[in-house]
């Protein structure tokens, strides 16, 4: 498959999600993709951390330091694989939240 233009910006928004907003190439679709993908990841890993705290609230202190690092896995290996994708110039969805993040 060819490389896209906008591959390494595309690529990078997994690290810098609205890095697209300060080059000016937040209309292409293919880097518009990558950072619906990187929002719809921050959004998720947040939101698993309120759970995690929710989790240590509630008294079940004994389960939030290995719930901690599976998210921090997760969310290392998703931020690997989206940057995988946007550097080999393909819009495939990040998997568990890929299809939610294409709504935004």
Do not use: C
Not at 77 to 95: D, H, I, R, S, T
Request: positive net charge; hydrophobic residues 50%; glycine residues 8%.
């Amino acid at each position: 498959m060819a490389k896209h233009k906008n591959s390494t910006l595309a690529s990078l928004t997994y690290i810098i999600f609205f890095l697209p907003f300060l080059t000016g190439e937040k209309n292409d679709p293919f880097v518009k993709y990558h950072m619906k993908q990187a929002i719809g990841l921050l959004v998720a890993v947040l939101a698993g951390q309120g759970l995690i705290k929710y989790v240590y609230e509630i008294g079940a202190s004994d389960l939030t330091m290995p719930l901690a690092w599976a998210l921090r896995v997760f969310a290392v290996a998703m931020v690997v694989l989206g940057f995988m994708n946007g550097q080999q110039g393909v819009e495939k969805p990040l998997p568990w939240i890929g299809k939610y993040s294409a709504r935004l």
